[in-house]
Nanobody, 126 residues
């Protein structure tokens, strides 16, 4: 079993930056694929980005078009933590952000992940 706890959300003006953290416990973190999703009020949860390891120690990242070039995902295996750096925030980025993980390869769909955090709220004012 894996427990995920997000932090770092808050209120930010448009154009600002925030860094979300997702701390994992309960399993060897370096073996997990991780992702960030978000859900705005009245909308379905959507994919933001993911990071996974191929054979060997190379990590790859993939992003939704809506955040590409503004958001980036990184991880610190020593701290069992995945980060979502969000730059150039826009009001449409306002949502609850969720961290997810799996021992499988992962992907862009909810069902590609087995473990979920409780979410952290990001609100961007114009």
């Amino acid at each position: 079993q894996v427990q995920l706890v997000e932090s770092g959300g808050g209120l930010m003006q448009a154009g600002g930056s925030l860094r979300l953290s997702c701390a994992a416990s309960g399993r060897t973190f370096s073996s997990l694929s991780s992702a960030w999703f978000r859900q705005a009020p009245g909308k379905e949860r959507e994919f933001v980005g993911r990071i996974w390891r191929s054979s060997g120690n190379t990590y790859y990242a993939d992003y939704a078009d809506s955040v590409k070039d503004r958001f980036s995902i990184s991880r610190d295996n020593a701290k069992n933590t995945v980060y979502l750096q969000m730059n150039g925030l826009k009001p449409e980025d306002t949502a609850a952000y969720y961290c997810a993980a799996t021992s499988r390869l992962g992907g862009r769909r909810d069902r590609d992940y087995d473990y979920w955090g409780q979410g952290t709220q990001v609100t961007v004012s114009s």
